[in-house]
């Protein structure tokens, strides 16, 4: 991927949902470029349409109308088979509910995306601690989700994101099951390893408190775009600017 | 993936033990029924497969089980001993019998007359007594069960004197003998002796046994004997499914063991497929997140068919070890002696036990290959 280039393009991006008279438009002519090392915030009300963008620049939903293009290659017109090879190599999930797997300690939910990818189970494992380490949660490595905080699931879910270095990261609205501080934290270890030169994090959240982490807020309504800005300068803490 | 299907799988301990007993449970009710249906449809022909020495059978046209027999005029063992390809052929009665016991008791039993000079048909092995007292005035031979059930708890008495039809009847042994369909008695004695034992009828042969001359088929034998006396003559192994045939098709055993066994089947599959389906329907979100996380839907439904899989192996291999105890346990009660766990019935419910996972599989991959995999979102 060129990093000069956008990481995610989006044109003219419809999405319309059932037929005939229950036929319903969540987007309507999205127009939208994500940067590489940028972190972009989805935000807008209930409704608006951040998750159906984030679906589909995700490639979990094809849009009705409209060309995305994610790093480089036109997702919009893949098949199936080319989509789910795509996501699994280039893009990384953090969910609003974690979405870990109960029955595997937190080292083996981290390894999961390099055992979609083939890995042997020792050394995806052993990968995963190391990534685990790099955001502090190696002293839980072995611990179960439901050991953990949700603080702490998260930040293995951040770590399972990120164990296979994807171009681009989606998160969907990863502070809002946690409280303040936690919120802070798991933001604070997303500004600091997730953003990196060469890839793009899009973050969709209703939680205003994490406005100042991101690089450009992108406001929707009704399915539109309705306003994109630019923080030059972040209300980024000192030590998570320099970091970035 | 295998290995975190596996370890989905078994995370959930409660639905995990859950999936287990419902295979566990279907396989142990399907293997103990079809084992004890065949064991009792054997019992039917028991008398047959006893007689070791003769290959044929023969008896009335219109006979259609060992137990509905007609006397046969005497005439018949001698034109049967004239045809050319028969070896040997000899006398034999099977009937039933009231004994009337020391202590004014009474008990059915089955009679069998053996040939006087030859004894075809004798029991093959003696527990007590000898079989050659047989040949004794009023001599009987009683099968194991036989003597539990006419003087229970009562060590082997070789002697003791019973009454069959107002004469006398001495025990002179007891020996093993398949048990019978009806878990009456078997009585041993000499045709002769037989023939003072049973009400008075104008004919008492009711079988004749034959064996082919060396270098003779059987079935050829058989036919010709057919041809030229107008009797039934059936091979060993023609008269006892000629028999089985007669039970499985008159009897309502079949419909009766068909209605627990299709229970067993129902019940197990209902019990695993809603476990396994629930099971899957809590995992649908974990199933979503590997979707997004780029697993691909064969990959999901391999995932799915191993959990079922193992499931199906370790509740089946707990049912058929279950059954085989059962067996094992029961094997010192005389009225279930026979009886065990039949190898065909065992890979008959294996087959049906792999119907119930696959089913149960198909149903619950079929909601996870449905599932879109923007639901994590949601």
């Known amino acids: 991927m060129n990093e000069s280039q956008p990481a995610v ?42 998750t ?6 995700a490639g979990l939903l094809n849009p009705t109308a409209g060309q995305v293009r994610v790093l480089g290659e036109t997702i919009s017109s893949m098949k199936n088979r080319t989509l789910v090879d795509f996501r699994r190599r280039q893009i990384g999930f953090v969910f609003q509910q974690y979405n870990l797997l109960p029955a595997l300690t937190a080292a083996e939910n981290a390894a999961v995306p390099l055992l979609i990818s083939g890995w042997n189970r020792t050394q995806a494992i052993d990968q995963a601690r190391t990534v685990l380490e790099a955001i502090g949660m190696g002293n839980r490595a072995n611990a179960y989700p439901h ?28 502070t809002a099951a946690l409280d303040a501080h936690s919120g802070h934290t798991v933001m604070e270890l997303i500004s600091k390893v997730a953003v990196q030169p060469d890839r793009a994090v899009i973050i ?14 992108i406001t929707m309504s009704d399915g539109r775009v309705e306003k994109v800005e630019t923080l030059h300068n972040s209300g980024l803490p000192a030590d998570v600017k320099s970091a970035t | 993936m295998i290995w975190i299907a596996l370890k989905m799988l078994m995370g959930d301990r409660a639905k995990y033990l859950g999936l287990i007993f419902g295979v566990t449970f279907a396989t142990l009710l399907m293997t103990q029924q079809i084992s004890i249906f065949m064991g009792i449809l054997e019992r039917t022909a028991s008398q047959i497969n006893d007689v070791r020495e003769a290959e044929i059978w023969i008896m009335d046209g219109k006979v259609r089980f060992i137990d509905e027999v007609p006397g046969l005029p005497d005439m ?23 004994a009337r016991l020391e202590n004014g008791d009474f008990r059915n039993l089955v009679l069998l007359g053996l040939d006087d000079d030859t004894l075809v048909g004798a029991p093959q092995e003696m527990i007590a007594g000898d079989l050659a007292d047989l040949r004794r005035p009023d001599a009987v031979i009683v099968d194991k069960a036989g003597y539990e059930y006419m003087w229970p708890k009562e060590p082997y008495q070789i002697g003791r004197t019973f009454e069959l039809n107002d004469r006398r009847a001495v025990l002179v ?19 002769s002796a037989a023939a003072g034992y049973v009400p008075r009828e104008r004919n008492l042969m009711n079988f004749i046994l034959a064996s082919p001359a060396p270098g003779h088929d059987v079935d050829n034998v058989c036919h010709v004997i057919q041809e030229k006396t107008g009797l039934q003559a059936l091979s060993q192994k023609a008269f006892r499914k000629k028999t089985l045939d007669y039970f499985l098709a008159s009897t309502g055993i079949p419909v009766n063991f068909g209605i627990t066994i299709s229970l ?48 199906g192996v370790i509740g089946y291999g707990f049912g058929i070890g279950l059954t085989a105890a059962f067996f094992e346990a029961t094997s010192g009660i005389t009225h279930l002696a026979g009886l065990h766990l039949n190898w065909l019935a065992a890979l008959g419910v294996g087959a049906a036990v ?7 599989a198909l149903v619950s991959v079929r909601k996870v290959l449905v599932l879109e995999p923007a639901i994590v979102f949601r």
């Open chain 2, 76 to 98: 018949y063992l001698h034109r049967v001993r004239g045809i050319e390809g028969v070896n040997w052929a000899v006398r034999f009665y099977k009937g039933q019998v009231r």
């Open chain 1, 147 to 174: 050991q953990l905080s949700g603080g702490q699931q998260q930040r293995v879910a951040i770590a399972r994101a990120l164990v296979h270095a994807p171009k681009l990261l989606v998160c969907d609205e990863p």
């Open chain 1, 204 to 217: 969709v959240t209703h939680d205003s408190r994490i406005y100042n982490f991101g690089h450009r807020i």
């Open chain 2, 354 to 360: 792999l119907v119930i996972i696959t089913l149960t």
């Open chain 2, 173 to 191: 042994g007891v020996c093993k003998a398949s048990p019978p369909f009806t878990t009456l008695p078997i009585l041993y004695t000499r045709y």
């Open chain 2, 264 to 311: 067993g089947f129902i019940v197990g599959a209902a019990i695993t497929g809603q476990t396994f389906y629930l099971f899957t329907l809590e995992n649908l979100k974990q199933f979503g997140a590997l979707k997004a996380m780029g697993v691909n839907n064969l990959r999901i439904m391999g995932m799915i068919l191993i959990q079922a899989f193992v499931v």
């Open chain 1, 52 to 57: 159906t963008l984030i679906s589909i620049i």
């Open chain 1, 9 to 50: 393009i989006c044109e003219s991006v419809t999405k319309e949902f059932g037929a005939g008279e229950l036929r319903t438009r969540a987007l309507s002519g999205v127009d939208l470029n994500v940067h590489p090392g940028e972190m972009t915030l989805l935000v807008g009300p209930s409704g608006c349409g951040k």
